[in-house]
């Protein structure tokens, strides 16, 4: 049985940058597509960026194209969002997500294994 643990979620202004981390307990890590959702309030769950197990392909949401990059680092365990000229609609609570397969594309909740406990960025304008 995995489990992720996101850290790195904070309070930013405005056309700042922040990095979310997630690290996986569990086997097979590279073996899988790991991916990043957020949720504000009132709003469901969306898919934000996903990479595959090798890191050869990535996915990003068009609202976060060109600000965002996705990584990970099989050796750790681990996978990053880092975020770019934030905006206040980036506020939301973030989670790392491993997909049950490798694909790093539009991913569904369906298509998750794991999820993360969620780790809150707040965006002042």
């Known amino acids: 049985q995995g489990r992720l643990v996101e850290s790195g979620g904070g309070l930013v202004q405005a056309g700042e940058s922040l990095r979310v981390s997630c690290e996986y307990s569990g086997p097979w890590f590279s073996d899988h597509a790991m991916a990043w959702f957020r949720q504000a309030p009132g709003k469901e769950r969306e898919l934000v960026a996903s990479i595959s197990g090798n890191a050869a392909m990535t996915y990003y949401g068009d609202a976060v194209k060109g600000r965002f990059t996705i990584s990970r680092d099989n050796a750790k365990n681990a996978a990053y969002l880092q975020m770019n000229n934030l905006k206040p609609e980036d506020a939301a609570v973030y989670y790392c997500?491993?997909?049950?397969?490798?694909?790093?594309?539009?991913?569904?909740?369906?298509?998750?294994?794991?999820w993360g406990q969620g780790t809150q960025v707040t965006v002042s304008s």
């Open positions: 997500a491993q997909s049950r397969g490798n694909y790093a594309g539009a991913l569904v909740a369906t298509e998750i294994d794991f």
